[in-house]
C-alpha cells in the first residue's frame, strides 16, 4: 500500500527556513511514481499547489507566489522528496503535503485533482 509521510513542519519566525520531507513507501519515487509536488492547506483557503517535480526528467514547476523562495529537491541516494522553504512569510502559515502520481503531469500545471497519493501533512506556522 502506497503511503506518503511528511515531515519538519514547525514554527518559525518571518524569514526564517524550514525543510520539508516526504518519505514514500510501497513504491520507489524512480520506479512507480512519474509526478510528486507539494501542496499546502490555509484554514479557509483551497488547497494550494507550490511545486511540482517530474521524476523522469527532472523539470520543476513553481507557483509564482513561492518562486525563488521554495526548492523543490530529493536525497541522492534515497527517495525522499524535500521543500526547501526560505524567507518564510506569515502567509505561508498552512498544512503542508506531499502528493504523488502515475502520471507525468508537470506541464498540465499543479492541480490537486491530478495527484492521486497524499500524506497526511505537516503544520508549518510563520510568526511575525
Known amino acids: 500500500q502506497v503511503q506518503l509521510v511528511e515531515s519538519g513542519g514547525g514554527s518559525v519566525q518571518a524569514g526564517g527556513s524550514l525543510r520539508l520531507s516526504c518519505t514514500p513507501s510501497g513504491y520507489t519515487i524512480n520506479n512507480a511514481f512519474y509526478s510528486m509536488a507539494w501542496f499546502r492547506q490555509a484554514p479557509g483557503r483551497e488547497r494550494e499547489g507550490l511545486a511540482a517535480?517530474?521524476?523522469?526528467?527532472?523539470?520543476?514547476l513553481y507557483a509564482d507566489s513561492v518562486k525563488d523562495r521554495f526548492i523543490i529537491s530529493r536525497h541522492n541516494t534515497n527517495v525522499i522528496l524535500y521543500l526547501e522553504m526560505s524567507n518564510l512569510k506569515p502567509d505561508d502559515t498552512a498544512m503542508y503535503y506531499c502528493a504523488a502520481a502515475q502520471s507525468r503531469l508537470i506541464r498540465t500545471g499543479i492541480r490537486p485533482s491530478d495527484y492521486k497519493y497524499w500524506g497526511q501533512g505537516t503544520q508549518v506556522t510563520v510568526s511575525s
Open positions: 517535480v517530474d521524476l523522469v526528467d527532472w523539470q520543476t
